[in-house]
T-cell receptor, first 113, second 115 residues
Framework: DGGITQSPKYLFRKEGQNVTLSCEQN?????MYWYRQDPGQGLRLIYY???????QKGDIAEGYSVSREKKESFPLTVTSAQKNPTAFYLC????????????FGPGTRLTVL | AQSVTQLDSQVPVFEEAPVELRCNYS??????LFWYVQYPNQGLQLLLK??????LVKGINGFEAEFNKSQTSFHLRKPSVHISDTAEYFC?????????????FGSGTQLTVLP
């Protein structure tokens, strides 16, 4: 059963701690993306990766880091430098280099206490 | 840079009534256009997309959208809604050329279908 998985679905962390969100896809997609969603603001791009071992900053990369060591995996680390990390985080992937139709995972809701 | 405006943040409608969710975009070059739906605490699901050709695009769940280049709009419509259509809907655009691979999303429209 192909798709994009994100784990965990809910995550709680104390302020000042780094936390890593998992994103895995078995769709053989080249490109992967991380978005942050806040109420009333739509989705904002954090990072994206077009190929293994390469990634680019999106619009709100500060306080986040990523790695792309394997085609199927694109973990996101929310560092203590991110001033307001509580949000819903969505991972997506695409294989279509022209239209870039993106397919999304179920999301991880991060709450920093 | 491109931008997307979803004119209504909330749209309440009675079951079996028609609905239109409005989306306008701003871009100096041609774009691809997308509509996504998001159910509570879930990811986004692609409803439909306009790439080229016919300006009327049909998607899943009985939704359709019409691309209007002169008005830079891509409104989403459904002739008769169901309770299960209650969700948030996002319009998104991407430039057809250039190396940037970013989708730009609107802020979303919450559709609430009332019994």
């Amino acid at each position: 059963d192909g798709g994009i998985t994100q784990s965990p679905k809910y995550l709680f962390r104390k302020e000042g701690q780094n936390v890593t969100l998992s994103c895995e896809q078995n769709l053989n997609h080249d490109a992967m993306y991380w978005y942050r969603q806040d109420p009333g603001q739509g989705l904002r791009l954090i990072y994206y990766s077009q190929i293994v071992n390469d990634f680019q900053k999106g619009d709100i990369a500060e306080g986040y880091s990523v790695s792309r060591e394997k085609k199927e995996s694109f973990p996101l680390t929310v560092t203590s430098a991110q001033k307001n990390p509580t949000a819903f985080y969505l991972c997506a992937s695409s294989i279509d280099r022209i239209t870039d139709t993106q397919y999304f995972g179920p999301g991880t809701r991060l709450t920093v206490l | 840079a491109q931008s997307v405006t979803q004119l209504d943040s909330q749209v309440p409608v009675f079951e079996e009534a028609p609905v239109e969710l409005r989306c306008n975009y701003s871009s100096s070059v041609s774009v691809y256009l997308f509509w996504y739906v998001q159910y509570p605490n879930q990811g986004l699901q692609l409803l439909l997309k306009y790439l080229s050709g016919s300006t009327l695009v049909k998607g899943i769940n009985g939704f359709e959208a019409e691309f209007n280049k002169s008005q830079t709009s891509f409104h989403l419509r459904k002739p008769s809604v169901h309770i299960s259509d209650t969700a948030e809907y996002f319009c998104a655009v991407r430039l057809t050329s250039g190396s940037a691979r970013q989708l730009t999303f609107g802020s979303g429209t919450q559709l609430t279908v009332l019994p």
